[in-house]
């Protein structure tokens, strides 16, 4: 099966990637996406970084039931930081791999109402249980899952905070010559006894 792009005219995501729940089989589909030059640079930005030179994702989507779906899969991304230390640029590879349950509206909010009060439907059971259980469902929009939003979300949460390049070794400045003036923990003291 192949997913064709299409525009969300209600939100219009930097990378989107479309697939309708109506066209998966019983037995699940795979998808592949890679993010164009254009997307890329888009990317960038959005996230803060010099650049990204690529960004693809494999996915097998499969029916947990009619309303709900399964997107498991990896999404790889080579991209440009610039190193917290040296203030460097340097390339690293992020991959991440994916996992997430995709409902219709009313199952999302059925799902987040029992999560919120405790409890918990099991997809492979009929029961309910108490205690600790994945995320509710993310939700189905006008019936497609957007692949190409759900690899951007997954680039983001994959992104160092703090990165670092390899072989950079952070190295606190010598205090030993430092002035007890200078420290901010006397400022602080005078604050506290003005005496």
Do not use: W
Not at 145 to 159: C, K, V
Not at 179 to 192: N, T, V, Y
């Amino acid at each position: 099966m192949t997913a064709e792009p299409l525009p969300d005219p209600r939100a219009p995501a930097i990378f989107s990637y479309f697939v309708d729940v109506e066209e998966i089989p019983e037995g699940g589909v795979d998808v592949s996406i890679a993010a164009d030059a254009a997307t890329l640079q888009a990317l960038a930005a959005a996230d803060d970084l010099p650049g990204i030179s690529r960004l693809e994702a494999d996915f097998h989507i499969a029916p947990r039931s009619l309303r709900r779906f399964n997107v498991t899969g990896e999404m790889r991304a080579r991209v440009t930081q610039i190193c917290g230390v040296s203030l460097e640029p340097f390339e690293s590879d992020i991959v991440e791999q994916i996992d997430v349950d995709f409902a219709v509206p009313q199952d999302v909010r059925d799902s987040k109402a029992a999560h919120a009060a405790g409890y918990h439907g099991n997809p492979k059971s009929a029961g309910v249980v108490v205690g600790e259980d994945p995320d509710p469902p993310d939700t189905i929009v006008d019936g497609r899952i957007d692949l190409g939003a759900l690899a951007s979300e997954f680039l983001a949460l994959g992104l160092d905070p703090y990165p670092r390049k390899p072989g950079i070794v952070f190295e606190p400045p010598d205090n030993a010559g430092a002035d007890e003036s200078d420290s901010p923990f006397r400022a602080l003291r005078k604050l506290k006894d003005p005496s």
